[in-house]
């Protein structure tokens, strides 16, 4: 069931008006319990049983963690315990074949026979986030920043809570748990804000993301055909397709789950308007680059230490990061990348601040939007020819081929920069939120028939879901 | 007024405001984007008045008016009897019998100048090409307002021939295609992506060696490649099969084991509209049929009830034994070139008397 879906839409109306003629809070956390493991079952009921385990996991790692008195070894060991089951869950269902495919491509490179191996295993949906969040709570705990929860009910939502269940936000159980504790009452929530976010979302996702998505996949299922602005565009595209994919989704976990009284973390802060490539990581799928700076980044040591010890830290969690995205030697390169420019930024910020000197922010811009879009090529393209034929062509303009992608494409691009530079300075967020009711129900109304409009008629899966 | 009365009061108005807001912008938008579906067709509009010679005859109907009713002939035929007339094919393959009042009001629209005197119209089966597929389609959406949803319900509520549970899944998938005809779901969409990926609907095609809206499968299998000569193999391929085994059924004229009576209060409804369209424009509508479905409409019945003023039937396989000769057929539901000339040439004799009595000629 994705968002975007009328289905969902359904499911989401009877999930809002059973929640709020519920009286009392146990029965609402119960019914939304239920109707989260629904929405996970209605893609395949069998992984349940992963985010039943995971969660159970944790639940008695939490209690172990926080008894009193339990020596700071023991405490080590449950944790690794948390740590060692989610990770050993991530590490069988999705990178399985990769390590497996990997580890015969060096046997056989070595000269050595080595019989592929046979088992398939499923990717189940969204593995990679509720594992992330799970393991989160129990470090926590770890780290004393908050105390077990005794209501197993309670960890059970905050693993399975449908809005973000799939493809995040990476929500932290210290800033959830602690909302199930009291009774929202409807008067609390703000239905204007999260009705504009909602409507935002399902524009990026069905309006752009979707209707683009065609063009892109033609283009890198033969990049060598196409000729060099054709490149340009395709990447251009896909650039678009990967952000309005992926920030529309959370838009819409963030709206839906706001519908419902709770808070999640903001995930993206127009990263396409950064000065820098450290700029872009705070604004870019913000829940998982903090995750990793302080679950990993600082657990190594962060910026502690010598400079070559501090770059070391930034390159594993950027490779690691990358392969959090999918398990392919492209998103470990993908990572890979972000580490040398992420390090590279910091001498070259360095070297200029000895002198006293700034880049002009048009051209932080642009530079760092030109740099995304080059790693984009690696993250995107299906094979290492296809990834070479591109990063030429975009980096020298070279025209592989003479095939040709509509120029048409420019002015969508264009109008979409126009409109995303609008939505940044947001000149009229504060209007929205200050009209009358009924102005605001006539703008909601035209908004509602324009995207309606403007859907592609084939629904295709979230780019997200499978990593 | 109490406080909670204030609320509901205001949120009945916000309501009503939102929906009044979105039915206007998406009416208004919808429209705005032309269909990915009816390519064909809408390059036959933008012919049949593009024309410096202006057309005064239209054929209106599904496949079996665009294969089989050649204007060429129409024409020298009535010319032969001093009934000087310039007609126009615009036939589109799966049109069925709900659409024809949608594409009569799209055609009539246009002719502002009212040059459109004679409209034949030909029409399918009411319960055909009502697959899931279909009704899925941005094609189906665009005619499939309440009225035709209504139409559709009542027919399914008469055809006590399906189960209770089979005519109620009917009617719900009946309901999507209702709702993109009022929500214009996804028709900005379907456009864009055709602008920026040209080619991606089915509909691509192309008026290329067709006459006045003419082309017959002869000739379109003569040019035809790819996956459309493919499907035309498969039709011959079935319809050979068909005939030898004998299990090939020659329509409604030729069987009477079909009972299609539920559908008289529908039909007459239908009948009833399309002449209000065509007489409104000032123009006269004439039925014709040649059936190759048991499902077909029963337009004799219409034409005994009164409801139908011009109907010519070549369903009589005494008076017209070469539209029921099994050489002249391209495949199973069509004629080919030769049987297509056959039919247009009884056609356009059958239509001089009823010319004559309106004043078509001298």
Redesign the interface.
Known sequence: MIFTEFRFLAFFAVVLAVHWALPRNRPRKLWLLLASYAFYAAWDWRFLSLILGSTVLDYFVGRKLDEEGRSDRARKRWVSLSVVGNLGLLSAFKYFHFFADSALALLQALGFHADPLTLRIILPVGISFYTFQTMSYSLDIYRRKMRATHDILDLALFVGFFPQLVAGPIVRAREFIPQLARRRALSDVRFRPYLLLFLAGFFKKACVSDNIVGVVDRYFADPSSYDALSTWIAVLLYTIQIYCDFSGYSDIAIATAGFLGYTLCENFAFPYFSGSIQDLWRRWHISLSSWLRDYLYIPLGGSKGGKLFRYRNLMLTMLLGGLWHGAAWRFVIWGGLHGVSLVFHREFHEWMERRGWRVPSPAGIAITMWWFMLTLICFRSESWTNAYTTTRAYLLFESPGARSLPRELLAVIVLLGVMHAIAYRAPFRGLLERVPGPVFAMIVGLATAVILTFMATDVTPFIYFQF | MTERRRVYA?FL???L??????????RT??DA?PSTDTTLFDQKLAELFGSEDPYDVIFVGSSRVYRHVRPATFDSVLAAHDIPVHSYNLGSPGTNAFETPFQLRTILKRDREARIRWVFVALEGLEWNMEEMNLAS?RVSRYFDWRTFLRAARLLGANETRADEDRLAALLDRVPPLFRNV????????W??E????G?SMAASSLARHEDGFLSLDTAYEYSEGAVREDLDERIETYTRNREKRAFRKGRGDTDSTDVSHQAPVLGDLVREIEEIVRGHGAEGVFFERNFNPGAPDLQAMKRAGRIRHLISLEDAVRYPALHDDRHRFDGGHFGAEGAEVLTRYLAEAFVPIARGNGGGS
């Not at chain 2, 405001?17 to 206007?24: A, E, K, R, T």
């Open positions: 205001g108005a916000a309501t405001l939102f929906f009044l807001f979105f039915f206007l912008t998406a938008i919808g984007f941005d929500t214009a779901y996804a028709r900005g969409g379907n864009l992506r602008q920026i990926e040209p991606r």
